[in-house]
């Protein structure tokens, strides 16, 4: 039994300790939209919050997340639009969507660490697979996110 905070609610989850958070999230509790890439952690499709810090979820055991708070794409946005959604949508970011949940995770915790990043440091910090190549729009998104973050241009 692993207890921890999910999107803000408390959490008890009867599965294998060592079973990936990736496949409790999606099969044991339904939410999909974190999603599977590759298995090994590289892609980043999997990006959830631990405790407000990008993690891959596909090689996280739910035993390490034990006490701790974790963060889906579905509790990112649980009050409306979060403003790197918002963002995301703004630019148009996605084409077959299919990595989005996972590098907007990525984004949003580089932008809580670093409020107006350059293109280097997104580049070199949200390490992301995209397929479709979308990695201009992104970084046209993160660009616009920090303004609609704090309501203000910068």
Known sequence: MAEFILNGRAASIDAEAEMPLLWVLRD????TGTKFGCGIAQ?????????GEAQRACMLPLAAVAGRAVT??????????HPVQQAWIAEDVPQCGYCQS???MAVVALLAREPR???ATV???VDNICRCGTYPRLLRAVTRAPELLTGKAG
Do not use: S
């Open 28 to 31: 044991v509790l339904g939410l």
């Open 43 to 51: 892609c980043g499709a999997c990006t959830v919050h631990v405790d």
């Open 72 to 81: 889906t794409i579905e509790g990112l946005g649980a009050g409306g639009p």
């Open 102 to 104: 996972g590098q907007i």
């Open 117 to 119: 990043p350059d293109a």
């Open 123 to 125: 580049a070199a910090t």
